[in-house]
């Protein structure tokens, strides 16, 4: 019996596709691939940590796009439904794409690939909804922001449309789920992460008395991005963590090659 091997990953859509190419150099079949925040359910697995190789994800980007340009945009779409085990479900997804009869051997399904199909629909779906219905606000210098708690990891897909949309202006777009934004300097984006918790007692105005989570959360932070210096706060994240200008670039963690 083939022992399984399990991939961990950073979480990152280029540490996904780094493991799907290492997936299949060892050409075997019993594979689970987890991201870095899950532990191994695998109690008598061989556990490998893969670490995100842009040269091998371009790699397979291209491989598939070679092989079925109209599954990418299901693959990707999929992928930040963070659906439970959705990397697994893709990579019978793609491995069916290059061996059919292998991949229905292992798990592979019609009723998979629907599956797949309607996450990605459904994150279709919440980013042309978010497009239409964010509303920006104004903080102190000037700068836009609007604070979402989408239900799929739906930044990275906002990028370019309210890049088009508002040019002319500087704007943040934060998720408060997942404790990171997109912010547009007037010449490119930046993906920028906060410490919500280092501001979570910060005092406002308004009583959040009747909210919870994450509604709290947005409460919070409007009030705080009202108050201070967006720009500010975003030049010394970048600072910190020397993120560039190019989202497309050097954002591995969250943006398609």
């Known amino acids: ?6 991939l961990i990953y950073d979480g990152s859509f280029n540490g996904f596709l780094t493991a799907i190419f290492f997936a299949f150099e060892e050409n ?29 994800a371009q790699d397979v980007w291209q491989t598939i796009q070679s092989k079925n340009n ?9 992928f930040l439904s963070e659906n439970k085990n959705i990397e697994n479900q893709l990579f019978l997804y793609i491995k069916n794409l290059f061996n059919p009869y292998i991949a229905s051997q292992i798990g592979y ?20 909804y978010l497009e239409k219905t964010i509303e920006f606000k104004s903080a102190k210098d000037g700068i ?84 201070n210096n967006i720009n500010t706060l975003v030049l010394n994240k970048l600072h910190t963590s020397n993120l560039c200008n190019s989202l497309s670039i050097k954002n591995t963690k969250r943006v398609a090659i």
Request: a positive charge; one cysteine or more; proline letters at 1%.
């Open 109 to 128: 399904s019609i009723s998979m690939q629907i599956n797949l199909e309607n996450f990605a629909q459904t994150v279709s779906r919440e980013k042309k």
């Open 1 to 6: 019996m083939e022992e399984t091997k399990t």
């Open 70 to 78: 109209a599954a990418i945009k299901n693959i990707y779409f999929a």
């Open 28 to 56: 075997a079949n019993s594979i689970i691939i987890q991201k870095n925040s899950n532990k191994s359910n695998g109690l008598f697995s061989n556990t490998c940590i893969i670490f995100t190789d842009m040269k091998k």
């Open 144 to 227: 836009y922001y609007a604070n979402i708690a989408p239900e799929n990891d739906i930044l990275p897909l906002l990028s370019k449309y309210f890049r088009l949309k508002n040019n002319n202006e500087s704007w943040l777009i934060f998720d408060v789920k997942r404790n990171y934004g997109i912010y547009y300097n007037l010449f490119g984006i930046e993906v920028i992460s906060i410490d919500t918790s280092q501001i979570s007692n910060y005092k406002t105005n308004t009583s959040t008395s009747t909210n919870k989570g994450v509604n709290q959360k947005i409460t919070i932070l409007n009030k705080y991005f009202q108050l």
